[in-house]
């Protein structure tokens, strides 16, 4: 077994595969009535997965600092490395990711809206009473440190699928692997591994095909056999009808990092714009979180796909009352109102009917 600590989840999928697959054909049984041609076909077959599998294990051992990779987080990290902490430098010169000027998007604060979300009735048992009630428990029972932060995040995520469209279901994933996704501005740099959460929100039919594929690696090689015909001239598409409505992307961080909570927007957004690269998307959101704030993030590709602009919120957090024992109904509502519809609308440019102020690219 080759060892692959460290390494980039496509490959090492693939290997596992392809070691499944040739251990099958060494222990399978040869029809006595195969001819001379047949086994020695298979045998050649044999010989060339082990051929493939050793170049790949020579690949995988290869220390992962030769190529400029930048690999995303698999857990999260109590000291994060150099590379975990995507700084602006690296999204500047390497992606062509710059912040879109004019301040950060600003939060509209509409207390009936706010009011309203908290009132629409769930459809299972995550109703804003409810997750009102969680949330005071987790402040009262849970410490906040590294790791709990999933607690609270998991929560709002819950309150967030019992509030979208009728006709529609979200479906939660953790820890979602993404393939290489190669960025060419000026170098080549190569964005892969995986982010904490992935939100999809698609009709049912759509639902239970991404239950069956959580990865999407069916929709994602479509998406890139549509763009291959499409440079061929032919326009017809067959991806609409099977992506999901929405694609919405969480990296969390510890608790207990609170105050350093900023220092990982640049990975956040790397993580972004590696999603919009490989679903073809123009616009996707995404949020950054600890649970207690959360920065709303949306990233817009270039028309070429190479590079692109961000815009970010400033924290929106969970408050207390006055007594530091409850959650206040207002901010955890708020929170999950706006976590729900940025789901619904990952694909889209904030508009007037968004929770934040629609602004300018171009500033």
């Known amino acids: 077994m080759v060892k692959k600590s460290g390494l980039n989840d496509e490959l090492t999928v693939a290997y596992d595969a392809l070691t499944a697959l040739r251990d099958t054909l060494n222990f399978e049984e040869v029809d006595e009535g195969a001819s001379v041609s047949e086994a020695g076909d298979e045998e050649r077959v044999v010989r060339s997965l082990e051929t493939l599998l050793l170049c790949i294990s020579k690949k995988l051992a290869q220390p992962q600092s030769e190529a400029p990779l930048v690999s995303l987080p698999s857990h999260l990290p109590a000291q994060p490395s150099n590379f975990l902490v995507a700084d602006p430098d690296l999204l500047r010169k390497s992606l062509h990711l710059a912040e879109c000027g004019g301040g950060m998007l600003a939060a509209k604060d509409d207390k009936p809206r706010v009011q309203a979300s908290g009132a629409v009735q769930p459809r299972h048992i995550w109703s804003s009473k409810n997750l009102h009630s969680h949330l005071t428990w987790l402040e009262q029972s849970v410490p906040q440190v590294e790791g709990s932060a999933r607690s609270w995040i998991d929560a709002f995520f819950f309150r967030a699928s019992a509030m979208v469209s009728e006709g529609e279901r979200m479906i939660l ?74 694609f919405f992307v969480v990296e969390a961080k510890p608790t207990d990092a609170r105050p350093r909570l900023m220092d990982h927007i640049s990975q956040a957004v790397s993580e972004l714009y590696a999603c919009a690269a490989l679903l073809h998307q123009k616009f996707l959101r995404g949020a950054l979180t600890n649970g207690h704030d959360w920065v709303f993030i949306i990233v817009r590709l270039n028309e070429d796909a190479r590079g692109g602009r961000f815009k970010r919120s400033g924290p929106l957090t969970l408050r207390l009352d006055k007594e530091g024992r409850a959650v206040t109904k207002y901010s955890a509502d708020r929170i999950a109102a706006i976590l729900s519809y940025w789901i619904e609308h990952s694909f889209e440019d904030v508009g007037a009917d968004d929770w934040f102020e629609p602004f300018s690219w171009e500033t």
């Open 173 to 246: 994933n953790i820890e979602h692997p993404i393939p290489h996704t190669t960025c060419r501005p000026t170098a080549m740099t190569i964005l892969a591994g995986q982010v904490d959460y992935s939100a999809f929100v698609a009709n049912d039919h759509i639902a239970r095909s991404i239950m069956d594929d959580a990865r999407m690696m069916s929709v994602c090689e479509l998406i890139k056999g549509e763009h291959a015909a499409a440079a061929q001239g032919i326009r017809e598409s067959t991806t609409g009808r099977l992506l999901p409505s929405g």
